[in-house]
């Protein structure tokens, strides 16, 4: 090989090499005669720390379209760090090449206080038998092993949740056992919602949590949503065990009328989250899970923090790349906070 053809080959592999670099970090697939080709986004390339936890409730999913309300649960209240709108990052992927990064007119996100300032929720709260009995745990403190009663610790949960009631907020209580009781009504006064709660405690049997939460629902359904954040929180300590409406019947009706479901499991001996954590997922809530019921207080706390500090979302993007790359397509949103990822929410297109 004489040197000027050793000269044209040795640059023809270099060429090839730079465009191999290229389409590692640009995806220049064809979108119906398009070829975007998307600049590296510097924070979906850094590891993820996560600090929260994020579902997305939606208002209205189509193609071209997701708007909804995000929810942020944080994992510990010790390094919980300051977010803003400036806080969200978002784009399409498909494998890790970016085929989508939305403009300014492409994505709104914003406090949901700045679109609605009071809060209704419907408390659901499991008296089942097994929420009755003694509960020991060690005290590594003292070496002591001591005994509490779960339900004892729910209702003192509950009621710190309402202290941080706002004057215009509602909620309700649901109780039940083998089957639901009478709501409390919906009502800003804490005081009856505290006295609600130490009223009437005793063994209300077996775990009728799919007709509970399928009540709260159609409860909570008749509050207006344009004037307040509606949730769903859920307690149980078990998987449902009586006859009635299924999970899927729950979440068909939440999602029709944009109602999140939250959820806090109590996972002791008899415990099983499955359900809470499938309905949760689903509706677009954070199931919290926890195997000591003196956490109970510190996860009705965030779960506080989560409701009050969402965000509207409105997102954006070609109806093209829905019809091209349905199914295989993602977007990612990540909470970025001094250039470190510290929460991410994924959904298919």
Known sequence: MNKRVYIIVSIVILIAIIILLLLKYCDQKEINGGTPIIEIIEPFKTPIKPEFSVNLSPDDVRPGLIQGTIFIVPNDFDSIQTISPNSFIIAIFIEDSCIFKPTDNDLVIQSISAKKDKIATSIVLDYSGSMFTPFQFQDYSSGALNTIIPINELMSAVQNFFSYYQVNDIAEIIKFGSAYDQSSGFTSDKSSLIQFIHNNNYDRGATALYNSVYYAINNLKTINQDEYIRAVIAFADGQNNVPGYSDDDVINLANENKIPVFSVCFESIQGDCNALENISSQTGGINLISSDPLSLMDLYNRINFSIRN????????????????????????????????????????
């Open 310 to 349: 969402s965000y509207y979302i409105k997102f954006n993007y070609p109806i093209d790349l829905f019809q091209k790359y349905k199914g295989r397509a993602k977007i990612k949103l990540r909470i970025v906070k001094d250039n470190i990822a510290i929460a991410e929410y994924i959904r298919y297109l």
